[in-house]
């Protein structure tokens, strides 16, 4: 006779998951296999790399057709285009940097990221951190595709130049002309608001007179020098930043009620500088060593703000402020960004 297995059946003896029946009956106590459940934050393997390719597909033939020096358009293909090839067909657009035709109509699938980048390189030339600011901006351009917020992009790039020479062009030496070069891209500008473009009209020449005021003015060379060394700060140069705080504490030396801690700092930041001069003397090497070792132009600046301040009786980083560039304002947007 037979062997008749049913599934299900729960066995008396525990000891064991199955036993035979005298007779004929093979009872399987096992349950039926179940799924595995996928642990959150874990993707599937295979269904992965079949995606990946996909989108490595639309990729390679997109590059193909760029090097033909054509500029395509991504489609997603297949009869009736499927979820995942419109997922890969949307991933790849990203990557490329490309246009995605879906439905009939063209759609940049980077808008939101390039716009975040404008609006993080602006937030960065605020702050004079032209080094970051450059990368964001470069980033900015490369994955803007529409026209509004291309022109925008264009905008900050003068606004970069323009500040960069701002705090990097001593007064006493000659101005570059890149307020005008930004001046006269505004009027190209036709599809940026015409509120955005007369604020930052406005800063352009602000700025620009800052500079020229810095020339002229006690007040606001003092604020230059400060804008300077904070600018130096942003890209992390630490003997950059403490050469210009001696330049600014030198201008104004003999004129400064005297104030210990503030002559500590300056023989520290002094010692960095004397190490580095070809006929430093060699018993004198250990002492300058020692003091240069605690030059930090975080311990110099509030010392000597507060007593150039107090000497040209004004908040010396308010006055610094000048030469920072005031950013632009809006409702956040697609096309438009949240500067």
């Given at each position: 006779m037979g062997r008749i297995i049913l599934p299900g059946r729960v066995c008396p003896d525990s000891a064991a998951r199955s036993r035979t029946v005298e007779g004929s009956l093979d009872i399987d106590s096992s349950e039926p296999p179940r799924a595995p459940v996928p642990e959150a934050g874990v993707a599937d393997d295979v269904p992965t790399r079949r995606f990946l390719d996909r989108v490595d597909?639309?990729?390679?033939?997109?590059?193909?057709?760029?090097?033909?020096?054509?500029?395509?358009?991504?489609?997603?293909?297949?009869?009736?285009?499927?979820?995942?090839?419109?997922?890969?067909?949307?991933?790849?657009?990203?990557?490329?940097?490309?246009?995605?035709?879906?439905?009939?109509?063209?759609?940049?699938?980077?808008?939101?990221?390039?716009?975040?980048?404008?609006?993080?390189?602006?937030?960065?030339?605020?702050?004079?951190?032209?080094?970051?600011?450059?990368?964001?901006?470069?980033?900015?351009?490369?994955?803007?595709?529409?026209?509004?917020?291309?022109?925008?992009?264009?905008?900050?790039?003068?606004?970069?130049?323009?500040?960069?020479?701002?705090?990097?062009?001593?007064?006493?030496?000659?101005?570059?002309?890149?307020?005008?070069?930004?001046?006269?891209?505004?009027?190209?500008?036709?599809?940026?608001?015409?509120?955005?473009?007369?604020?930052?009209?406005?800063?352009?020449?602000?700025?620009?007179?800052?500079?020229?005021?810095a020339r002229r003015d006690d007040v606001s060379r003092a604020g230059w020098g400060l804008a300077r060394s904070r600018a130096a700060a942003r890209d992390g140069a630490r003997e950059t930043e403490l050469a210009w705080q001696l330049r600014l504490y030198r201008r104004y030396a003999d004129r400064l009620d005297p104030d210990d801690y503030l002559v500590a700092e300056v023989r520290r930041a002094e010692a960095l500088f004397r190490l580095l001069l070809p006929d430093v003397d060699e018993s004198a090497r250990p002492d300058l060593e020692a003091l240069a070792g605690d030059a930090w132009p975080a311990d110099l600046r509030p010392a000597l703000v507060a007593a150039v301040g107090a000497l040209l009786e004004v908040d010396l980083s308010a006055v610094a402020s000048r030469f920072a560039l005031r950013i632009y304002r809006t409702t956040a947007s697609v096309d438009g960004g949240r500067a």
């Open positions: 597909s639309y990729r390679r033939d997109v590059e193909r057709r760029r090097f033909g020096g054509d500029s395509p358009r991504l489609r997603p293909v297949g009869r009736g285009r499927r979820g995942l090839e419109v997922a890969a067909a949307v991933v790849a657009a990203e990557r490329l940097r490309g246009v995605l035709e879906l439905d009939g109509e063209a759609i940049s699938p980077t808008e939101d990221l390039a716009a975040d980048e404008l609006d993080d390189g602006l937030r960065a030339l605020a702050n004079w951190s032209f080094t970051v600011a450059s990368r964001h901006l470069i980033a900015a351009a490369d994955l803007a595709l529409l026209p509004r917020l291309q022109q925008r992009v264009s905008l900050a790039r003068a606004l970069e130049r323009l500040c960069h020479d701002v705090v990097s062009i001593d007064p006493e030496g000659r101005w570059s002309g890149v307020d005008t070069a930004a001046s006269s891209l505004l009027a190209t500008l036709d599809l940026v608001p015409d509120d955005e473009v007369a604020f930052y009209r406005e800063e352009i020449v602000r700025l620009a007179d800052a500079w020229a005021a």
